[in-house]
């Protein structure tokens, strides 16, 4: 069973389009992040929810949109799509204090906006 | 905040060893981690430090020192499967936010 799973895992769109992301969980961790890797491999943290609320969120554009239905769960929504958005989007969790592996990393979601 | 800084890109011959170094600055220092990346793939965790020292897991160890703000990793005996990405991160005291170097690109030639 994949611990944390990623739908759709490619996704081609048009600028202007909204698209969602979901993420789910099965390891009963509390915390779940989003992150976005660029074309440099760079990975930045845009937003975390720990047990449906949200406790991080960076400087992230505001057509970016987190939702957390439930802990296993964080999609993101992201609205009038920019080709700057082109990138993969890694999903994570945690699970509470400070576990000594970090986090567990879904497989990625590779969004090309063209 | 933090910052990270590692090499771009090293490249090395199959069996031999690769030290990858990892400077940064935090405001809240709770332990760091390097994890490996293959193209295409999501990032696997391969180890921690959160006390100053080496820690040894088979063909790869990592080294902390919080004073200098400094880790390696080190990679011994290097296999083609070893060619990825290697990424330093950073967790926050204060959040528990993992912060991430740009990556260090390992490329291993027979």
């Known amino acids: 069973d994949t611990a944390v799973s990623q739908t759709p895992k490619y996704l081609v769109t048009q600028m202007g389009n909204d698209k969602s992301i979901k993420c789910e969980q099965n390891?009963?961790?509390?915390?779940m992040y989003w992150y976005k890797q660029d074309s440099k491999k760079f990975l930045k943290i845009m937003f975390s929810?720990?047990?449906?609320?949200?406790?991080i969120n960076e400087t992230v554009p505001n057509r970016f949109s987190p939702k957390s239905p439930d802990k296993a769960h964080l999609n993101l929504h992201i609205n009038s799509l920019e080709l700057g958005d082109s990138a993969v989007y890694f999903c994570a969790s945690s699970p509470p204090g400070e576990p000594n592996y970090g986090y567990t990393f879904g497989s990625g979601t590779r969004l090309t906006v063209v | 905040g933090q910052n990270i800084d590692q090499p771009t890109e090293m490249t090395a011959t199959e069996g031999a060893i690769v030290q990858i170094n990892c400077t940064y600055q935090t405001s809240g220092f709770n332990g760091l981690f390097w994890y490996q990346q293959h193209a295409g793939e999501a990032p696997t965790f391969l180890s921690y430090n959160v006390l100053d020292g080496l820690e040894e897991k088979g063909r790869f160890s990592s080294f902390l020192s919080r004073s200098k703000g400094y880790s390696y990793l080190l990679l011994k005996e290097l296999q083609m499967k070893d060619s990825a990405s290697y990424l330093c991160?950073?967790?926050?005291?204060?959040?528990?936010?993992?912060?991430f170097g740009a990556g260090t690109t390992v490329t291993v030639r027979a």
């Open positions: 929810y720990n047990n449906k609320e949200l406790i």
């Open positions: 991160a950073v967790r926050d005291s204060n959040d528990y936010k993992l912060s």
């Open positions: 390891l009963g961790h509390d915390t």
